[in-house]
């Protein structure tokens, strides 16, 4: 059984340019979670998704960010115009239907905006 | 007030001694706590949940809670080098949405 994977691991982005992150939950998981970590410091909750439904949103910037997680496919996390303050790492993290309290972490993609 | 704090450390152990690390949290109806361990460059890995008051041991790894006073704790029995990673306390709040602490970063010296 797969873990959940994402990729791109590593993307490099120049200013105004979009960013776009990929995650595909583990087999049977329908709930998929974004966080953002700066170097040495905790994850950033972003948000939290099931197929075709955004449930909570309110760790995401209002603008330039947005994500997805279409009925079939991996979720997107989609970042338009970066900065340089998007330089992070992402993870995304998906649960079971039936016991949210396990989340399995993707290896993480690490942006760099130059 | 951040909802999750940790000290962000490092915390220095040698060999064999008994690492501690703690977590204070401030949503008073909490009920799901987690400890994950994050090695540098790597991913959260999960080692630890924690429901209800009072200790849970898995092996080496014990875990703490004190809802009346906040407090979740972990501890590591016997360090290991091999355990000098980041510490990660996670709090489940409502709808399912998941809190971290910065981390303490520990250190196991041989």
């Known amino acids: 059984n797969a873990g959940v994977m994402q990729n791109p691991r590593h993307l490099v982005r120049r200013r105004g340019q979009e960013a776009r992150l990929r995650c595909s939950p583990m087999?049977?998981?329908?709930?998929v979670y974004w966080y953002r970590q700066l170097p040495e410091e905790g994850l950033k909750f972003m948000v939290y998704l099931q197929k075709e439904n955004i449930i909570d949103e309110s760790g995401m910037p209002k603008e330039r960010f947005s994500a997805e997680f279409p009925k079939e496919g991996p979720s997107i996390l989609r970042i338009q115009q970066v900065v340089r303050g998007d330089s992070a790492a992402y993870f995304c993290?998906?649960?079971?239907?039936?016991?949210?309290?396990?989340?399995?972490f993707g290896p993480g993609t690490r942006l760099t905006v130059l | 007030q951040k909802e999750v704090e940790q000290n962000s450390g490092p915390l220095s152990v040698p060999e064999g001694a008994i690492a501690s690390l703690n977590c204070t949290y401030s949503?008073?109806?909490?009920?799901?706590f987690f400890w994950y361990r994050q090695y540098s460059g790597k991913s959260p890995e999960l080692i630890m949940s924690i429901y209800s008051n009072g200790d849970k041991e898995d092996g080496r790894f014990t875990a703490q809670l004190n809802k009346a006073s906040q407090y979740v704790s972990l501890l590591i029995r016997d360090s290991q080098p091999s355990d000098s990673a980041t510490y990660l306390c996670a709090v489940k709040g409502n709808f399912n949405k998941f809190y971290f602490g910065s981390g303490t970063k520990l250190n196991v010296k041989p």
């Open positions: 087999k049977g998981h329908s709930h």
């Open positions: 993290a998906s649960s079971p239907p039936r016991d949210h309290n396990e989340q399995f």
């Open positions: 949503d008073r109806g909490s009920q799901s």
